[in-house]
Every structure is written in C-alpha cells, then in structure tokens.
C-alpha cells in the first residue's frame, strides 16, 4: 500500500521526477525552488525531500547529491500526479504517413508501428504479433524475387495479407513458380493455417507440378515455420534510440539491452501476457523477471475481429509517462483500424 502523501509531498514529488525526466540529473533543493515556485523555502524542500526519502519515494545516489525518484515515486506519479498530454498534431500526422502505406500486411504494420513509436518516444518500439491460426487462407502467391529466393504472400480471410520470404534451389523457373502455385492454391486454399500445418503432407503427397518437385518439398520440409500462425511474435524497432539515452552510457546496462533484444525469449514472455489488458504499465522492480527491473513496459493491445495483438514502447524508468502513454494509446487504435 501507497502511504497517504500531504499536497506539500505530492508537489514535491512531482518536482523531482520531473526534473529527472527532463535533466537526467538527480534534483536539489536550490533546483525545485527555483524552477517550480512551490511557494516554500529551498530549506522546507529539502526537509520535505527527507520525508520522501525515508518513505521510499527518492534516494541519494551517492552523499553530496539531490534525489532520484524510486519505482514506487513513477508509480504515485502515473497513478495521482500527472496529467495524460494527448499527443500533438505532428505526431498523429506522423503515425498516420508512416502507418498508411502498410495497408493490410500484419508483419508490415506492426514492424511501422514499432519503428515510428520509437522515433517520437526516444524509446524501444515493441510490439507483439496476433495469432493467425484460425485464419483461413483464401490464397497464396508466389512471387520470384532473386533466383534463389521467393516471396510469399498470404491472402488471409477479412483482407489480411502476410508476407515472409522463402530460399529456394537456383534458377527456379517463372513456369515452374507458377506451376507450384497453383498445385498450392489448389491443396491448401480455404483451410486455416493450423489446418495447413496439420494436414500438410497428406495433401501434397501426390502434388504433380512440373519440374517443380523439389520446390514442392521444401513446403513440405518447412511446412511448420512457412505456415506458422505467428503465435507471439515480439517485432521491435531500432535500439538506437535507447542507447543514446544516459542510462545506457555504461558497458554493462548496454549488455543487458542487447541481451533483451537479441534473445526477445523474455520480451516475449513480459508482453504475451498483456493481449486482454488494455493499457499496461509496469515500473521497474513491478516487473515478474528481475531481468526487466531497469525498465519500464508501457503497452496497450489492439484487437480486429479475432486478432490480439500488444503495442507499446520499452525504457528505462525515468521517461515522460504523461505523453508516452497517450502516443502507445493512439498507436494501437490505429493498428486496431489498418487490421480491419
């Protein structure tokens, strides 16, 4: 339980954390007088400060200092003190062009999403993919874009459209390509991609395509990942804008931040979780895995029709909640619409 803070320790606390967010830099005394007017003495400050120390709301980070607000100050902060800033004018035209042109391609929306959330928060853009099991594929292209490699393009039922990429044998054929996407289409259309999945050598065991043989058996080797439902996939956008933050200047944070995005086995696990949640916040130590205790997850999920997905952005604790909150929001009722 959250002690009972008087007005005076609530404006204080705002103060520092504020200062912290903007500066980086553990606040004094002299600073909050000066730059917020609470109408009280540097001396009161820094006796209030005390209290809040005591209490568990700032710490000293070394003696001679001022105060850095703890998880459980965010916290009273995001739940009592700030005011949500819905976001600017700049940033919606922004998440709309850069949105826009993704149309239908889940893969493609959510990998916009998270990139573009990250450049107006200056945080990870992260993001979780729906489950795609239980939808039907209505077609399937094939399309040749270097001698070795295809792009596949699933037509999903309701407009859906996933792409992934495939290796193939050299000089594969445009008759040949053809040939195999019709044999596919004929065997697979109108089944759901679990059913794919399930019945798959069956329905290709006497496939005749001319020439294409060996591209038939490599659907059939690979089936399990090429008709994959997706199920929790984390998308994430650039890293940069992370490691640019102060909190990321020493080697060991920045082995901690590769570690998370490189493996994305515990981002998985922090985020799948959150598809039924709305919004979602968790400060620091909140989190389940001590891995994530530097961080902050701030998510909302989308959903279209049967799709649920998680959208938000990942840093460290010190962040403006007050417009990240409300830039993930509008990000996931736009994912919400382009899936429709």
Do not use: C, W
């Amino acid at each position: 339980m959250m002690d009972q803070l008087s007005e005076r320790e609530l404006r204080v606390l705002q103060a520092v954390v504020q200062t912290y967010i903007e500066t980086a830099e553990p606040a004094g005394s002299q600073t909050i007088a000066r730059r917020f007017g609470l109408g009280v003495s540097p001396a009161t400050i820094r006796s209030t400060m005390s209290e809040l120390e005591d209490k568990g709301y700032l710490f000293h980070p070394h003696t001679s200092a001022g105060r850095i607000p703890t998880d459980r100050a965010y916290r009273v902060y995001v739940n009592e003190i700030m005011r949500l800033a819905p976001p600017s004018d700049e940033a919606r035209h922004a998440l709309h062009e850069h949105l826009l042109g993704a149309r239908s391609a889940v893969d493609e929306v959510l990998r916009r999403a998270a990139q573009v959330l990250g450049v107006l928060t200056q945080e990870l853009g992260v993001a979780v993919a729906p489950a795609l099991d239980e939808m039907v594929l209505e077609r399937l292209e094939l399309v040749s874009v270097s001698s070795e490699r295809l792009l596949l393009v699933f037509n999903l039922r309701s407009g859906l459209v996933r792409t992934i990429f495939v290796e193939v044998p050299a000089r594969v054929g445009p008759a040949t390509v053809q040939d195999v996407s019709r044999v596919l289409n004929e065997r697979l259309s109108g089944h759901t991609l679990q059913q794919i999945r399930a019945t798959l050598p069956e329905r290709l065991r006497d496939a005749a395509a001319d020439g294409g043989r060996e591209l038939l058996n490599i659907f059939l080797a690979e089936g399990e990942e090429i008709f994959s439902g997706e199920q929790d996939t984390v998308v994430l956008g650039s890293a940069q804008m992370l490691a640019d933050q102060p909190e990321f200047a020493s080697n060991a944070r920045m082995r901690d931040l590769l570690r998370l995005t490189e493996g994305r086995d515990l981002l998985k696990q922090a985020l799948a979780s959150r598809r039924q949640t709305g919004l979602s916040i968790t400060i620091g130590a909140e989190n389940p895995d001590a891995r994530l205790t530097g961080f902050t997850l701030v998510t909302a999920s989308y959903e279209a029709g049967d799709l649920k997905g998680v959208i938000g952005v990942m840093g460290p604790t010190r962040m403006p909640y007050d417009k990240i909150i409300g830039l993930v929001e509008h990000t996931s009722r736009l994912v919400e619409d382009l899936l429709e």
